[in-house]
């Protein structure tokens, strides 16, 4: 095993990297068009520039800054409103000033057909996540790195898997003026989530009812309320819509060789987060940081290096796709190898009261990547080298959908080959995602990690890298992907988002 210090050439370390972290998260949620997003925006343009990027820049997009300034929810049984906690849920509309209050209504994510009125009602249902199946990815996992053997002891659900939220939009159809959703499944009982955030949804801003999370400790309570007809609850949500702007944060690194210089591979992460947010995705940009400045020294590579540090994944990841868009002729076509990192984090259980702590262990980490032996060999070498355990190579296609489920997937159906590493802890969305859970020791390794990567990608040529040798696996993939889909949408009577 190589020592991770070493390995960077000094170009980082986890003290340092763990500072870009503070530094960045120092302003608040770094929520698209807000004033802390353009401070982060700011502070990565300057760090680039500091480690000698000369071609940096922002890329302008047009985005609607929503910011909440008053949000409650009170319940009413017939002996007085009390108020309840939640969480508002991002993008959805207003109330008036005054609040909003009307009669519950149960929708039984167990019944296929909803019955009863909810004209003029607010809502109330389960909002539930899908076991993550571990069984499943490995056995269509292209390799892993194990050698502890603790990647099969993760046992929690997909957090970013919300099935129940289809009663939304049944809500709205039915006449509905509210919604509440009880997340009964999040482990440590948190309400404070920030979705859903556009990664399934048509159009982000499609919300037209007022709506908010609950936690589960008040889910019995609710239900009983909403199937009895007689309670009302009085829900809360005043703020502002208005036009901004996010940027795309974007710096070159030219490459040394003739001709070769036209080629390009892209190191990727996302500035934005739902909330203060240290895992997400500061951990993911701390590692894209280390790589551009051991590459912006070192001036080792043939291919020019894009380090790509976009805005708005909790916006529909508008930063990726517009990227993808606007440079559909000039960039996209010259893309050898795209690679996203997202959350270096601690994973957590819940102890026997139910609250969150650490297993002692890294989260659980996928990565996905092309359909060929080069690039996996590369892959598992450079994982074992700097002891970046408890991993799975999955297929960019597959259980998991289309495409990655990370916000580099889109990169995946415009054609360009791809490697993303992601975990998927469950605070991720959540504001209990503070600096105790950024797996501090891992962060110069997975920088390394890619280091290496992209050096083994730029000795081989294009072809090489974009090869699938994996032929019957990738069809394979594709039943198993609709498969998949159908069980967890009851064959698309109940859409996931």
Not at 31 to 39: D, L
Not at 47 to 56: A, E, M, N, P
Not at 255 to 270: L, R
Not at 445 to 472: H, L, P, Y
């Amino acid at each position: 095993m190589k020592d991770s210090s070493s390995a960077a050439d000094g170009a980082f370390d986890e003290a340092a990297m763990t500072i870009w972290i503070h530094e960045m998260t120092a302003w608040g949620p770094r929520r698209a068009g807000s004033q802390a997003g353009h401070q982060c925006e700011d502070y990565l343009v300057s760090k680039l520039q500091s480690f000698g990027i000369t071609d940096v820049r922002k890329e302008a997009i047009p985005v609607e800054v929503y910011e909440v300034n008053r949000f409650s929810l009170e319940v009413n049984n017939g002996g007085g409103y009390r108020e309840i906690e939640g969480q508002w849920i991002p993008h959805c509309a207003f109330t008036p000033e005054a609040g909003l209050t009307a009669a519950l209504v149960y929708a039984d994510p167990g019944k296929l057909f909803q019955g009863g009125d909810w004209k003029g009602k607010i809502v109330v249902t389960d909002i539930s996540f899908p076991d993550l199946d571990l069984k499943l990815l490995q056995r269509f996992s292209l390799g892993a790195y194990d050698p502890h053997d603790t990647i099969m002891r993760v046992n929690h659900p997909a957090t970013w898997v919300r099935m129940g939220w289809h009663f939304y939009k049944m809500a709205r159809e039915k006449g509905a003026v509210g919604f509440i959703g009880i997340l009964k499944d999040q482990p440590g009982g948190s309400c404070k989530m920030y979705a859903p955030y556009g990664f399934k949804e048509k159009n982000i801003l499609d919300k037209p009812l007022p709506g908010c999370w609950v936690s589960r400790k008040d889910r019995l309570d609710l239900i009983e309320m909403a199937r009895s007809g007689a309670a009302t609850a009085k829900l809360t949500l005043c703020g502002t819509r208005k036009p901004g702007v996010t940027h795309n944060i974007v710096g070159e690194i030219r490459g040394n060789a003739a001709g070769a210089g036209e080629e390009v591979m892209v190191m990727h992460s996302h500035h934005d987060s739902p909330f203060v947010s240290p895992v997400e995705d500061a951990s993911g940009c701390a590692v894209v940081l280390a790589v551009a400045k051991h590459f912006a020294a070192s001036k080792e590579l043939k291919r020019n290096l894009t380090i790509l540090l976009t805005a708005g994944h909790f916006y529909g990841s508008i930063g990726t796709r517009t990227f993808i868009r606007d440079h559909k002729d000039d960039v996209v076509p010259r893309v050898v190898l795209e690679m996203t990192v997202e959350h270096v984090a601690k994973e957590a259980v819940e102890d026997s009261a139910g609250n969150l702590v650490e297993s002692g262990l890294p989260e659980g980490t996928g990565v996905f990547a092309p359909f060929n032996g080069d690039m996996v060999r590369s892959i598992l070498k450079n994982l074992e080298e700097n002891d970046v355990h408890r991993v799975f190579i999955l297929p960019a296609e597959g259980p998991l959908g289309d495409f990655p489920p990370t916000d580099g997937g889109d990169w995946y159906e415009a054609g360009v080959p791809l490697i993303n590493m992601i975990s998927n802890p469950v605070y991720l969305l959540n504001a209990e995602d503070d600096y105790s859970w950024v797996m501090g020791e891992r962060l110069p390794k997975v920088a390394s990690c890619f280091i290496g990567i992209i050096r083994d990608a730029d000795t081989m040529d294009r072809e090489t890298i974009a090869r699938v040798e994996f032929k019957a696996m990738k069809a394979k993939m594709k039943l198993v992907k609709l498969l998949a889909r159908a069980k967890t949408t009851r064959f698309g009577t109940r859409p996931v988002y």
